[in-house]
């Protein structure tokens, strides 16, 4: 017969089945096994909350990823540009503008990747103004890509009288 062996749990390994329920579209797993993870007295750590939150944010669960977001402060977890990409898709366009002002004054550096995120969130309420005055703040601080652009110009191209707001952005 073959011995028994105990395996210890730890958070990496919760770390990596959260990040598979993400990747599998099952929030409410991820958020089970979040958990479980703190019943065990693990200590999430910043990957942790990021994958939760990103898997809330997937889900269509704002509130949920907006309450994980805030958690983690309260077990002193430090967000980084990661967490607040992970959070800013889910939130409205003027969550995600406090969200990256609040990012900001607390000198985290956004990436293209947060830019584009409170640009769609601003698009998608036809609030291009807004979509343009983060892109030209984006402007200054780092390098454009395509992707980039293609917010600016998307955000402009859905305004609510369809005018020539996509001017702006030449």
């Given amino acids: 017969s073959m011995p028994m062996t105990t395996l210890k749990v730890n958070v990496f390994n919760y770390n990596t089945s959260i990040s598979s329920c993400e990747k599998g579209m099952q929030w409410q797993q991820a958020l089970k096994l979040f958990a479980v993870m703190l019943m065990r007295d693990l200590q999430a750590d910043v990957v942790s909350y990021n994958t939760v939150v990103t898997s809330c944010q997937k889900g269509m669960q704002p509130q949920i990823a907006l309450d994980l977001f805030a958690g983690m402060s309260e077990v002193s977890v430090q967000p980084t540009t990661v ?9 409205t366009w003027q969550e995600a503008l406090e969200v990256f002002t609040k990012m900001t004054d607390m000198k985290i550096q956004p990436d293209v990747i947060t830019y584009v995120s409170v640009m769609s969130s601003c698009q998608k309420c036809m609030q291009w103004q807004e979509a ?21 110009i998307d955000a402009c191209s859905r305004t609510e009288r369809g005018g020539n707001s996509w001017r702006r952005t030449t």
């Fill in 132 to 152: 343009l005055r983060i892109f030209e703040r984006m402007l200054r601080t780092v390098q454009a890509n395509t992707i980039s652009y293609n917010a600016a």
């Fill in 83 to 91: 967490s607040y990409n992970a959070l800013i898709p889910s939130l």
